[in-house]
T-cell receptor
Framework: EAQVTQNPRYLITVTGKKLTVTCSQNMNHEYMSWYRQDPGLGLRQIYYSMNVEVTDKGDVPEGYKVSRKEKRNFPLILESPSPNQTSLYFC?????????????FGPGTRLTVT | SQQGEEDPQALSIQEGENATMNCSYKTSINNLQWYRQNSGRGLVHLILIRSNEREKHSGRLRVTLDTSKKSSSLLITASRAADTASYFCATDLNFGNEKLTFGTGTRLTIIP
């Protein structure tokens, strides 16, 4: 089954404790992206990657890191999480160009930073 | 600020009625997409309309695009309880970057 998976689905952590949210897709997609969703703000893009070893900032990259060492994986790293990073996070992928192809979304990771 | 803004923010209708949601954006685009999100879950792609298209259909969905007004509408005909969800428009900007910008969404509730 074609899908995007994220782990963990739920995470409660404390300020400053480094964490990684994994994302994997099995569709051989070149484009992958991370979004955060907050009430009243919709989805905002954090980082995106157009292919292996190619990443770029989205609209809200501060406090986040990503890497794309393999085509299927695109982990999101919070080196020192803060309470304002409490949010619902989505990973997504698309075949090539995000504008010309639909994006497939993961189920989401709900992160709480205390 | 958001590239896309949906209107209304929330909409409640009786089952069987038609639902119309609107999306306005600020700058030229290549394409516009609509997505559905059931509560707290991942978004699901509904339809993509290109900037040179004016109307597109998919099942009970009808999307229009007016590039002169920088707006799009999503019509769901003969609504069902399962259509209860949030609906988002997303645009890619027409100067070559590979970002997709989402609006804040319309929360649709279908009353059985």
């Amino acid at each position: 089954e074609a899908q995007v998976t994220q782990n963990p689905r739920y995470l409660i952590t404390v300020t400053g404790k480094k964490l990684t949210v994994t994302c994997s897709q099995n569709m051989n997609h070149e484009y992958m992206s991370w979004y955060r969703q907050d009430p009243g703000l919709g989805l905002r893009q954090i980082y995106y990657s157009m292919n292996v070893e190619v990443t770029d900032k989205g609209d809200v990259p501060e406090g986040y890191k990503v890497s794309r060492k393999e085509k299927r994986n695109f982990p999101l790293i919070l080196e020192s999480p803060s309470p304002n990073q409490t949010s619902l996070y989505f990973c997504a992928s698309s075949l090539i160009s995000v504008g010309h192809y639909e994006q497939y979304f993961g189920p989401g990771t709900r992160l709480t930073v205390t | 600020s958001q590239q896309g803004e949906e209107d209304p923010q929330a909409l409640s209708i009786q089952e069987g009625e038609n639902a119309t949601m609107n999306c306005s954006y600020k700058t030229s685009i290549n394409n516009l997409q609509w997505y559905r999100q059931n509560s707290g879950r991942g978004l699901v792609h509904l339809i993509l309309i290109r900037s040179n298209e004016r109307e597109k259909h998919s099942g009970r969905l009808r999307v229009t695009l007016d590039t002169s007004k920088k707006s799009s509408s999503l019509l769901i005909t003969a609504s069902r309880a399962a259509d209860t969800a949030s609906y988002f428009c997303a645009t890619d900007l027409n100067f070559g970057n590979e970002k997709l910008t989402f609006g804040t969404g319309t929360r649709l509730t279908i009353i059985p």
